[in-house]
């Protein structure tokens, strides 16, 4: 009789034990997965005010659930798509310098930030080829490698072709249409640029849908480009409307009204 109960005494200790276990398994789950979408929430939040101090705490959060989970791909993506955040931010303090210097300095730092994303954009493509968004961000890091005619001959065919992989994946992925878009507004005309076919896929991105505020900003920069100011203003008053914080809509539109 003594050993039954010493037997359940046991099997009572093994089975509390295991409950507690699985108590703090789910806790700590849960925590971890309340700080991914708090992070979530500081990238999103840094991309529409390029707050640079909320993109660096949200990679930072990314990149240490990155290191505890490294067979996620999930976290590997989203601490590139930081990073190319950030580098969007620096190509949109590069347009309002006036310095050389000061332009210079931060394309180096772009292109830092460019090579750091995409070795987790690679860790993520490893982990998941088929996800299409990883590769139309690591297209997106290798066009922010670029900085000059040789650098272009080096990474423009790398983004090309991992955005084409995107659009293979995903033919609908709205973002990798706005990278190819971006192309022809960008690139010369004797490299395959055109900047009226840009404006053609903008426009359609933007009518399906009206909520990518980098469509807006590219659109507006492209009828800039080819001599249609009013129109260009009118694309950052709508930014503008979509999200009154918007400091490239500010910034264009109040350059537009000094050259008045």
Known sequence: MGQMIGKRTKLRTVLFSLILILIFITFTAEGGNDEFEQAKRQLKDGIRTYDEELLQEAKEVFIKLANKNPSDYAYAYYVALTYLSLCDLKNFEITNSTVKTDKKRLKTKRISMAKEGLNYADRSIELNNNFSDS??????????????????IRYGGMAEDEINIALIIEPNNALA??????????????????????IEILEKILKDNPEIEKGYTYLGIAYEEIGE???????FKQLLNLNPGNLEAKFYLERFTTLQ
């Open 135 to 152: 590769h139309r961000v690591k297209g997106a890091l290798f066009s922010n490698m670029i900085s000059g005619m040789f650098s272009g």
């Open 177 to 198: 249409k706005i990278e190819v878009a971006r192309e022809y507004i960008k690139k010369p005309g004797l490299l395959g640029g055109d900047v009226k076919k840009g």
């Open 229 to 235: 100011r009013e129109k260009a203003m009118n694309i």
